[in-house]
C-alpha cells in the first residue's frame, strides 16, 4: 500500500547467493539528516525521518551505515573524515544528505545547522562542498561512489545576499560516482508539509525492488517522483558508473548478502503469468481464486514506508492518522488552514478553482494528515477535471477504503486498473479494500500481484499475511507478517491506521 520480478531467491537463500565483486563488508554508508538550523523559521520536519529509514534501508541492504543528525561544520567533516577512514580499494561508498544545499561558484555545499551565512563568502567558508567529498573518497580507492542529496529546499540564507533560490549545481565527479539531487539544477521546492518527503519516499520505493542497476533504481526514482508532483519536481541524476552495481540483486558488486534483514525462507514469488482480469467481487459467498491481477496504492500522505512504483503518494512509514477534520473539530480545522503548504496551494486554488495539480497535491497533504475527507473531495474534483487521472482514482481509493466506504473504493481502483493495468499502487489499494471487506481470496489475489512487480513491497506482504491468517493458512499468514515486520517495524501501527488489525 504504500504510495509500488526478479529472482528473489537471492534474497533469501543463502546457498544461492553468489560473491560480489565488492566483498560484502565493503559497503559503507554516511547517512545525516539536519532539521534543526536555528536560523529557520521552524525545525524541517523531513530530514531526521527521511535519514532514519534510508539508514535503515541500508543497513538491510548490507551497508556498514554511519546515522548522524543535526550536525554542525565540525561534526559533519568528523563524519566524513570517519568514512574516508573505513575506505579500501574498490569499497563502496554511499552519501545521503537532508537539510540545506547552496551553490556558491558553481560548486554545490550541504550547509551545517550552525551554518552563520550572511554573504556569498560565507557559504564556502561554512558549507561543506560535496565535489571535495567525492574527490576524497575517489582518492581512497572506493570503486563505486553514490550521493543522495535531498537538499533541494528553500533556505533562510540565500535571501539575504540573493534576489533568488539558486538551488544545488551539476558537479564534476570522478569515474564510478551516481549522483541525485531531489530536484533538478538550480531550482528548489518547498517542504510537502507531512513527515517525509516525496523523493525519499520514492527512493526506498525503488530500492527495495531487486536485481536492478543502480542507475535503474534512481531513473525509476525520477519517473515516480516527477508523475507524483505533476513534474512540479524533477529529480537530477549524473552518472559516470564503471562497473555493474545494484542495492540488491544478483548484478555484479550488487548481490546482497545474507544478513539478518528479511526471514530466510520467504518463499519466491510465482513467475509473472497471463492473467484474467479482474471480476469485482460479490458478496460474501465463495470466490475464485483466479481473480486477476491488474495492478500504495498511493496512499495520500499517510502512507506506509514501502511505495513502489509512481504514485501519488503513499504515507510513508507507519503514518498516525489525525482526528478527521468536522465542523465540531475547529482546532484542527485552524491547524490545517495554518499549514504553510496547505495556505499556498489553497491560495492558488482561490486564484484559480480548476487547477488541478494543486487539487491533487493538497488533497494529498490533507492525506497525509488524517484529514481524509477533504482529501476525497480534493480528489474529487482532481478526478471531475480528467476522469482518467489514475492517480488520483488511486488515492481516492485508498482513502476511501481508510474511512470505510468500501463498494466506493472498490469502484475507483478497480476504474484505476482499467486504465493502467498492472499499476501496483492500485493493486495493493484493492487488496486493502478486499481484506477490509471480508474477501480474504481477492485480497490475496491482489497482494499476490503486486509482490510479482514488487517482492519487497512491504504492505502487500503484511496484508497478504492477515488475509492468509483469515482464510486458515495460519503458518503461510505468519510468515508473511514475520518477513513484513522485518523489512519495516512500522508496518502494524501502519495498519491500524487503516482500521486493519
Known sequence: ????LALLLTLILPIVWTAPSVAAGDRYALVIGNAKYPDADAPLKEPINDARDVAEELKRDGFSVDLQENLGHDGMLRAFDRLYGKLRPGSVALIFFSGFGIQSNRQ??????????????DVRRDGVPLETVLSEINSRGA?????LIDASRRNPYERRFRSFSAGLAPIIAPNGTLVMYSAALSSVISDSGGDHSLFVQELLKEIRVPDLAAEETLNRTRVGVTRASRSEQVPWISSSLAEDFSFIGNLSGGSRPPGPSVATNYPPPAPPQAQPSYVPPAPPQPQPSNVPPPPPPPRPAATPTPLAEPTPLRLDPSPTPLAETTPSNNASQIALADDPTIKSLTDKLNANPDDANALYRRGQVYASKGAYSLAIKDFDDTIRLNPKDVEALNNRCWARAVVGDLQAALKDCNEALRLRPNFVDALDSRGLVNLKSGLTKNAITDFDAALRINPRLTSSLYGRGLAKQRSGSISEGNLDIANAKAM??????????YGVR
Do not use: L, Y
Not at 108 to 121: C, G, L, N
Not at 143 to 147: C, E, F, M, Q, Y
Not at 488 to 497: A, L, R, S, V
Open 488 to 497: 519495516d517495524p512500522n508496518i502494524i501501527q501502519e495498519f491500524e491506521g
Open 1 to 4: 500500500m504504500k504510495i509500488r
Open 143 to 147: 570503486g563505486v561512489k553514490i550521493a
Open 108 to 121: 554545490s555545499f550541504m550547509i551545517p545547522v550552525d551554518a552563520q551565512i550572511w554573504t556569498e563568502p
